[in-house]
């Protein structure tokens, strides 16, 4: 069963970059679709981003695109989340989820398009 178990969080300035890091345990994810998502307090959960099994396409929400890269390195079975330009709305419990497809498809934004998730982990960007 797959176990997943994101880290790499922290407080930062803004401006500032962080990498988060989403390890998978009890299974590859060579042929899972994961994805990263966001939930700040007081709000809905959103979708951030998600790299696909097939060829590592990408999608990324119109807040982040342009600051935030998804990643994978199946040799770690490890997918990454390079956050830049960090700003103050972007501070969130952050969380990877995953789904033994190819591909992320059009819903991938989407809580309902995955089914596993990991615990999270905080990012706070703040002066």
């Known amino acids: 069963q797959l176990h997943l178990v994101e880290s790499g969080g922290g407080l930062v300035q803004p401006g500032g970059v962080l990498r988060l890091s989403c390890t998978a345990s009890g299974s590859t994810l060579d042929y899972y679709a994961v994805g990263w998502f966001r939930q700040a307090p007081g709000k809905e959960r959103e979708g951030v981003s998600c790299?696909?099994?097939?060829?590592?396409?990408?999608n990324y929400a119109d807040s982040v695109k342009g600051r935030f890269t998804i990643s994978r390195d199946n040799a770690k079975n490890t997918i990454y989340l390079q956050m830049n330009s960090l700003k103050p709305e972007d501070t969130a419990v952050y969380y990877c989820?995953?789904?033994?497809?190819?591909?992320?498809?059009?819903?991938?934004?989407?809580?309902?398009?995955?089914?596993?998730w990991g615990q999270g982990t905080q990012v706070t960007v703040s002066s």
């Open positions: 790299i696909s099994s097939s060829d590592g396409s990408t």
């Open positions: 989820a995953a789904r033994p497809v190819r591909s992320c498809g059009s819903t991938w934004y989407t809580r309902i398009f995955y089914d596993t």
